[in-house]
C-alpha cells in the first residue's frame, strides 16, 4: 500500500533566498496554482503512481472523478456521509502542489515576485527594484480551511476593515486598512471550506466572486484582487443535513460535484483500519505494552461489523455509519488487550475475541438509529449492537476457518469439561486448561500467524476465536457472568 504523503513535513531543506533579479535570471516564470496542480498531477499519472496516496477504496470510482476534475482546473465540492474520508482526500490534495514556491517576503497574500497583486507589492518593486527580498514558501503552508459553522461571518473568510489602521491615520478608502480573512491569506494555495451547507445562505454569498471572478469584495471597497487558488469544499447530502442547502450560484460555479462512499469491499475496509487506526503507542514510556498484536481475523471482524451497521435498518441510513466508528473500535480492542497484558502480567498484548464487547459501549454514540425518536430505548440499541457483532464474528468464523477440523478440540468437552476466559484471563491460564491442542499449528497458519512467529498469546488468541466460532455454530455452549465466559458442551 502506498504510503500516504505528509505536507507537514518537509523532504528538502528550503532554498536559499534571494532577490528578484535573481529569481528573473534564473528563468522563473509564474504559474497558477491549478496549473501546478495539473502538471503535477499528470507527472503522477504519467509514473504509475496513486495520484492522491492513502484515499482506500476509491481508486476505480472518486479518484478518476477527482483527477478529471483537477486536469480540467474546477473547482469541486465533495458530497456525502460523514465519515467517508472528504476532508481527508482534501487535506492529501496538498501533496500536488510543489514542495517549495518563491513568495515576496512580508506578503500577507503569498504574492509571486513575478506576479503581485497587492499595493503593498507593487510599492515594494517599485521601490527596491530587482534588489526585492524573495523567499520560499512550503506546501504545507499554502493550504487553509474554515469549518463552516452559524457564526462564520464575511470578515472571518473574506475580510473588513481594520480600525486599528484606520487609527494609525490611513483613510478608509486606503485599499490598506483592509484586513484580509482566510481565504485571500490563502491565495495561491487550496482553500477547504467544511460542510458548506452549514455556511449562512448570505455568508455563502460572499464566496461567488471567488468562485467566478476570482477576486474579492470589502465593505464597498474597489479592491481588485486576481486571487490564485483551487477551492473546494465539502457537505453531507442535504436530505439528511437539513441545516441548510448549497445556494443554487455555488452550484452553478462549482465545476465538479463528486460523490463519495464508503468502502465496498471488505478487503479495502480492512486495509482503512489497518492505515488508520493508532493501535502501537510505543514511545510513550508503555515499554512493550506499547505494541499490541491485533491478530488479522479481529480485524476483519470489526471491519464485518462495520458493513452490518451500515446496512441494518435499524440504523438511519441518511446518517451513516463513519470511517471513524471502526477505527475507534479496533483501538478500543487494542487497548483492551493492553489493559489485560498490564492486569494479569502477559509478556506481550496480544488481541482476542474477549475484548470485542467493549467495542459496543464505545461506539454507541457514533451510530443514530432510525426509530430511536426524542427517547431512545438504549438497551435495545445496545442489543442490536451486540446481536451484529456476534454475526460479524461468524461470518468472520465460516470465512477463515471452512473445511478445518476442530473436532479435536470440540472433544475436550465431551466429558462435561469447561474453560473459562475473560478479559482478565492471560493467555497461559486459558491455554493450561485445553492441555494438548489437536491441528493447533494448522489453526495458527489459516489464521495469518507464521510458524516460528507463534507465542502463547496467538495461540490464545487462536483458540478462543475457535471455541467463540464454534458456540456461534451450535457446536458449544457458552454462559457469560460479568467479565467471566465459559465454554462448555
Request: glycine share 10%.
Amino acid at each position: 500500500m502506498a504510503e500516504v504523503t505528509d505536507p507537514a513535513a518537509p523532504a528538502t531543506a528550503s532554498p536559499a533566498p534571494l532577490t528578484l533579479g535573481e529569481l528573473r535570471d534564473g528563468g522563473a516564470s509564474f504559474v497558477p496554482v491549478k496549473a501546478e496542480i495539473r502538471a503535477n498531477l499528470l507527472a503522477r499519472l504519467g509514473r504509475g503512481e496513486p495520484s492522491l496516496p492513502g484515499m482506500v477504496g476509491f481508486e476505480d470510482t472518486v479518484l478518476p472523478e477527482v483527477e478529471r476534475a483537477l486536469i480540467a482546473g474546477h473547482d469541486l465540492v465533495l458530497l456525502g456521509e460523514r465519515g467517508q474520508g472528504k476532508t481527508r482526500l482534501i487535506r492529501t490534495l496538498v501533496g500536488l502542489l510543489d514542495e517549495w514556491t518563491p513568495v515576496l517576503v512580508g506578503s500577507e497574500l503569498n504574492e509571486h515576485p513575478l506576479h503581485p497583486i497587492s499595493v503593498w507589492a507593487h510599492r515594494q518593486i517599485a521601490e527596491h527594484g530587482d534588489a526585492t527580498t524573495v523567499g520560499w514558501l512550503h506546501r504545507s503552508d499554502r493550504f487553509g480551511e474554515k469549518l463552516a459553522t452559524p457564526d462564520t461571518s464575511v470578515g472571518d473568510l473574506i475580510g473588513d476593515v481594520d480600525p486599528i489602521k484606520v487609527a494609525e491615520g490611513r483613510t478608509l478608502g486606503d485599499p490598506e486598512t483592509v484586513h484580509y480573512g482566510l481565504v485571500p491569506r490563502t491565495n495561491r494555495g487550496i482553500f477547504s471550506v467544511n460542510e458548506l451547507p452549514d455556511l449562512a445562505e448570505r455568508i455563502q454569498v460572499a464566496l461567488l466572486n471567488v468562485l467566478e471572478e476570482r477576486d474579492i469584495q470589502i465593505r464597498g471597497y474597489r479592491v481588485r484582487l486576481p486571487l490564485d487558488l483551487l477551492l473546494v469544499a465539502s457537505a453531507n447530502p442535504e436530505d439528511y443535513t437539513n441545516r441548510g442547502r448549497i445556494i443554487t450560484p455555488h452550484k452553478d460555479r462549482f465545476g465538479a460535484e463528486v460523490r463519495t462512499h464508503y468502502p465496498r469491499e471488505l478487503a479495502d475496509e480492512v486495509r482503512l483500519l489497518r492505515q488508520e487506526a493508532h493501535t502501537s503507542w510505543s514511545g510513550s514510556g508503555d515499554g512493550p505494552f506499547g505494541q499490541p498484536l491485533i491478530p488479522e481475523h479481529l480485524t476483519e471482524i470489526v471491519a464485518r461489523f462495520t458493513r452490518l451497521v451500515r446496512e441494518s435498518s435499524h440504523v438511519d441510513q441518511r446518517s451513516g455509519v463513519s470511517a471513524r466508528f471502526a477505527i475507534a473500535g479496533l483501538e478500543t480492542v487494542a487497548a483492551s488487550a493492553v489493559r489485560r497484558a498490564a492486569i494479569a502480567g502477559e509478556t506481550r498484548p496480544v488481541a482476542r475475541v474477549v475484548d470485542l464487547p467493549g467495542v459496543v459501549p464505545a461506539s454507541r454514540g457514533k451510530v443514530e438509529f432510525a426509530d430511536s425518536g426524542s427517547d431512545p430505548d438504549d438497551e435495545r440499541e445496545r442489543e442490536i449492537l451486540e446481536h451484529l457483532l456476534r454475526q460479524a464474528t461468524a461470518q468472520t468464523f465460516r470465512a477463515r476457518c471452512a473445511g478445518l477440523d476442530l473436532t479435536g478440540l470440540q472433544e475436550h468437552f465431551t466429558g462435561g469439561e469447561t474453560v473459562e476466559s475473560g478479559e482478565l484471563v492471560p493467555a497461559p491460564a486459558l491455554l493450561g486448561q485445553l492441555g494438548t491442542i489437536p491441528k493447533l499449528a494448522e489453526l495458527l497458519g489459516r489464521l495469518g500467524v507464521p510458524e516460528g512467529e507463534q507465542s502463547a498469546e496467538q495461540a490464545a488468541a487462536a483458540v478462543e476465536f475457535a471455541l467463540e466460532g464454534l458456540y456461534l455454530t451450535r457446536r458449544l455452549a457458552k454462559d457469560t457472568d460479568g467479565g467471566r465466559t465459559i465454554y462448555g458442551a
